[in-house]
């Protein structure tokens, strides 16, 4: 069965500073690995999505990696902004998309 | 581009009544998923379907939840009858295909009491 795992849970950091979060899976057959965002009551946001070929990927300040021998992915963030704040969660797919209970961030003015 | 929709927005039963959450998916996007989210915990995949039929539901409590998928566009996710612990938001999400980007719609937060 497989299991994600976020770590930290929870993440306060100074505005500008760079940061990592992270995600580690059990079972490494996987599909791709999607990084989201969820602000206070809304729905989910896809930031990235990795296919299981690829190493990582970049968006603006964002870049995330794959290492599906070791089962981890990191979400990297730089210059933060007090905008960046919320539950960011990763998700991995085989049979379906199994998702972590995500790394709450917040970033201080 | 509409995003995905949902309705309610919210809804508060008592333990035993029924309820019904409807999606409208983003067009074109022919895998539909429906999520229980509970507070602290991520998103829990109730049932996947592909067009109108379902690729995967062996996480729905199937002696109270039920969904359909007419037509391979709307859906409807119903619960009866709903307990204390079904307190949770259901998050319905649509992607054009099984690997491709997942686009979820805002949730219904369901309270029973």
């Known amino acids: 069965k497989q299991e994600v795992t976020q770590i930290p849970a929870a993440l306060s950091v100074p505005e500008g500073e760079n940061l990592v979060l992270n995600c580690s899976f059990t079972?490494?057959?996987?599909?791709?690995l999607q990084w989201f965002r969820q602000d206070p009551g809304k729905g989910l946001t896809s930031l990235l999505l990795i296919q299981s070929s690829q190493r990582e990927q970049t968006s603006g300040r964002l870049n995330a990696s794959l290492d599906k021998s070791s089962g981890r992915s990191t979400l990297y963030i730089a210059a933060s902004q007090p905008g960046d704040s919320a539950t960011y969660l990763c998700a991995v797919h085989i049979w379906d998309m199994r998702f972590g209970a995500g790394t709450r961030l917040t970033v201080k003015p | 581009e509409a995003g995905v929709a949902q309705s309610p927005r919210y809804k508060i039963i008592e333990k035993r009544q029924s309820v019904a959450f409807w999606c409208n998916p983003i067009?074109?996007?022919?895998?539909l998923y429906w999520y229980q989210q509970i507070l602290g915990q991520g998103p829990k995949l109730l049932i996947q379907f592909q067009n109108n039929g379902v690729v995967d539901d062996s996480q729905l409590p199937k002696d109270r939840f039920s969904a359909e998928r007419l037509k391979g566009v709307d859906s409807t996710l119903k619960i009866q009858p709903a307990k204390l612990e079904d307190s949770a938001v259901y998050l319905c999400a649509s992607s054009i295909g099984t690997d491709e980007k997942l686009f979820f719609g805002s949730g219904t937060q369901l309270s029973v009491l």
């Open positions: 067009s074109g996007h022919a895998t």
């Open positions: 079972d490494s057959a996987i599909y791709n």
